[in-house]
């Protein structure tokens, strides 16, 4: 028994044998599995129409290759000129938050450098996409465009929260 690694947290009616084999059993419990995905929503700083032709394309493969970068999986990255949708599937070790915090900040960052008094909005929106809506929200993103042609970006947003059944002040968007 000497030199066996026992965790001291190991109580009960155990001989020192048992403690042992509990230990190992312990540690050779699974891994933690998840499935999360986000549908993420954020606009530019005021809505300005910041991303015009010439930088939306690179922008969107910006944003996809920070969320790569971070570890995350970048199912599709869209949105018109004051504004971006990311569909993003997270991993285990992430943390939603710091993802879109870093993505955010990354190319924010790189925007300044393209688009002088660029910056984006605070806050956003994060809405958790179930795997059978994966290929709906994917088909909702890819048809931003045309999609804009009809609805604002305000409205837009106040129609996803309200699916979401996200409490809000509409008046907080005027």
């Known amino acids: 028994m000497s030199g066996t690694n026992v965790d001291p947290w190991i109580v009960g009616p155990f001989s020192p044998t048992q403690r042992v084999a509990e230990a190992d059993r312990i540690r050779a419990m699974p891994s933690t599995y998840y499935s999360l995905t986000a549908h993420i929503v954020y606009s530019t700083k005021n809505r300005d129409r910041f991303l015009n032709a010439d930088i939306i394309q690179e922008t969107h493969r910006y944003l996809g290759g920070t ?3 971070l570890g995350a999986e970048p199912l ?14 997270f991993k285990t070790p992430h943390c939603l938050a710091d993802i879109v915090r870093e993505v955010k900040k990354s190319s924010n960052n790189w925007l300044r450098h393209e688009i002088p008094g660029f910056s984006w909005q605070e806050g956003g929106g994060v809405f958790s996409v179930s795997p059978e809506r994966i290929p709906q929200v994917r088909k909702y993103i890819e048809n931003q465009v045309e999609h804009h042609k009809t609805k604002t970006f305000r409205e837009e947003y106040i129609e996803l929260l309200r699916f979401a059944k996200i409490e809000f002040d509409e008046s907080q968007f005027d």
């Open 67 to 69: 969320i790569k970068g």
């Open 76 to 89: 599709i990255v869209g949105g018109v000129e004051d504004h971006v949708h990311l569909l993003v599937g």
